[in-house]
């Protein structure tokens, strides 16, 4: 079986939060409030891959990833990062980033079971740079990175030609 | 006795009573976004078995330059897949940024024995 290659999205002026194990309707929210609150442009919400757990409602939870349309500062970026980790929409882990100086967000499939992400809530609110150029990525490499279509060729050309 | 929903409902709108409120970003940070320029780049990462059986990742950037098309752009990035998965990985330390593709593409590709499937979480040695 062979290996794959993970593709990812990173920037140092755009913002970009991946809320781990949410719910979808709060995630949509927390970032159409956000976006309106703090003038951040329009908003675009992945859903980054699914995951087995539930809340104490019974409530799925999913990984989602939330980019803001407006170009920002790395300082403001980190301020917004610590505030979404005050707001509790981010995980202590994701907080690490700040160090890095830049975000990194994965556009294809990580391996078998994960699949690219999926675009599931966009909200219009001005300054839309961040997302198309995020969405523009994702469009290029979503299907990169796997052998499959190579290998599946490959066999198509090894099988036996019937002869007349 | 009151129904399920009714208890969700109201257990739900008290945790939003209770959810800290938003605050104001500080003016100092505000007052610089007009003259921002916009910088992205493409990262790669996975795992691959050395040619001495050790497991190891590879986890590099390349700058995207704005010059790009989105055919070149595509074209380059699918250069850069075929190389990894043809079991090539080119010499860089781990999170390196390069600052473009003609760059990546100068640098020594050290052949290695296997590429992996990804796993988050997996310990390797570097």
Sequence with gaps: ?164 | MPSVEKVYREKRFKASRNRPQFRKVPIYLQAIRPAIRHREYARFYGLYETMDGKRKRFSFGVKISPKLTNRQLYSLIVITCNNLLDKRVPEHRAGEFFPSFRDLFRTRWIRVRKLLRYQAGVHYER
């Design chain 1, 1 to 164: 079986m062979s290996g794959n290659v993970v593709l990812a999205y990173t920037s140092d002026t755009l913002l970009m939060l991946d809320c781990d194990l949410k719910r979808e309707d709060e995630v949509i929210e927390f970032a159409k409030e956000y976006a309106k609150f703090h003038d951040l442009g329009s908003v675009a919400v992945f859903k980054t891959s699914d995951t087995p757990q539930i809340d104490l409602f019974g409530n799925r939870l999913g990984n989602y990833a939330i980019i803001f349309g407006k170009p920002l500062t790395w300082d403001e970026i980190n301020w917004h990062v610590k505030e979404a980790y005050r707001l509790g929409m981010v995980n202590k882990s994701f907080l690490a980033i700040r160090e890095f100086g830049s975000i990194t967000i994965r556009v294809s499939s990580k391996n078998d079971k994960i699949p690219p992400p999926k675009p599931i809530y966009y909200f219009r609110n001005g300054d839309n740079r961040g997302v198309m150029r995020f969405t523009k990525f994702w469009v290029l490499c979503r299907k990169l990175g796997m052998k499959k279509h190579a290998e599946k060729e490959d066999i198509s050309d090894k099988r036996p030609r019937k002869i007349p």
